[in-house]
């Protein structure tokens, strides 16, 4: 079935222009309400229901509830639909200027109100078994989210710095040492010479969605909110051109994330095209 016109979103060239010269832009109102709405409900069914690689990012003690998981879309219906029939596939095929997109995973990141815990700054490519230019995230608040509530924050031109920095484990410091096998360099204590850096950060509703490069340094603080929610959702797309790589130390590593999916059957420079990263654009 073709999609609605409603599923429809093009984007302006400046915007475009904007996002490779930046490494990150915000798009007003691309996600009608019955998406948010869909979306929350299953939000909340996944948070009743934590999934096998599931991460409780909140320190015991502390207040509030950071919460993460991973490749929802293999249990959950509402995801499913979501990343692939929803207007992102058409956007992040505009974006990288792909003729054909693939679904990589989704990242359902919720910080409730009261949370302490921020997101670290990182780049997201570090973590990835992928490699090429056409790889894109998208995060859709089901929320309206500010600096706050801890909306994504980005350092301004950080992808074209030509570096990959060693990944953080986000709260589980277990996995600490899986990382270290990719052998990058340090990150530099961005928050000591904050004022070095061009901070881009955007005020966003429900229906808006922000779009980053995966070498775009990025972080989020805590939800220091007393009552509203932050439930962010990431959804990260490949274009035809991105490659499967096998170096050591992704995330394709972490043994609750292996448990939970099938054998990865792609070789290193595979297009990413499987049963696990499905095409979903065009839809035909
Ligand atoms: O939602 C967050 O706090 C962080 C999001 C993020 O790191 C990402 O989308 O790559």
């Known amino acids: ?24 832009t915000v798009l007003r109102g691309v996600l009608g309400s019955h998406w948010i709405d869909k979306m929350r409900d299953a939000v909340q069914e996944i948070l009743d229901h934590p999934g096998g690689a599931a991460m409780e990012y909140t320190k015991e003690g502390n207040t509030g509830r950071y919460y993460g998981d991973f490749f929802i879309w293999r249990r959950n219906e509402a995801f499913r639909d979501f990343m692939a029939n929803s207007c992102l596939p058409e956007v992040a095929a505009q974006f990288m200027g792909a003729r054909e997109v693939a679904f990589f995973y989704d990242q359902l990141l919720v910080k409730e109100p009261n949370t302490k815990e921020e997101t670290p700054w990182h780049q997201d490519l570090p973590y990835w078994p992928v490699r090429g230019e056409q790889v894109i995230s ?10 706050e509530s801890g909306v994504v924050q980005y350092i301004k031109g950080s992808h074209k710095w030509g570096k990959m920095f060693a990944p953080k484990a986000f709260g589980d410091t277990s996995f600490a040492d899986t990382y270290k096998k990719a052998g990058f360099e340090a990150l530099p204590d961005i928050d000591a010479n904050i004022e070095d850096y061009e901070v881009l950060h955007w005020e966003m509703e429900p229906g808006d969605v922000l779009v980053h490069h995966p070498l775009t340094l990025h972080y989020a603080r805590g939800n220091a909110s007393k009552t509203g929610r932050r439930r962010g ?35 290193d420079g595979d297009r990413l095209l499987s049963e696990l990263f499905p095409k979903v654009w065009p839809s035909t």
């Open 138 to 147: 998208i995060w859709a608040p089901f929320d309206a989210a500010t600096v």
């Open 233 to 267: 959702l990431a959804l990260r797309y490949v274009g035809e051109e991105a490659q499967y790589d096998t170096r050591p130390g992704t995330f394709m590593e972490n043994p609750r994330l292996k448990k939970l999916l099938p054998e990865i059957t792609l070789k």
């Open 1 to 24: 079935m073709g999609k609605t016109p409603e599923e429809s979103f093009t984007i302006p060239d400046e915007t475009i222009r904007r996002y490779k010269q930046d490494g990150a």
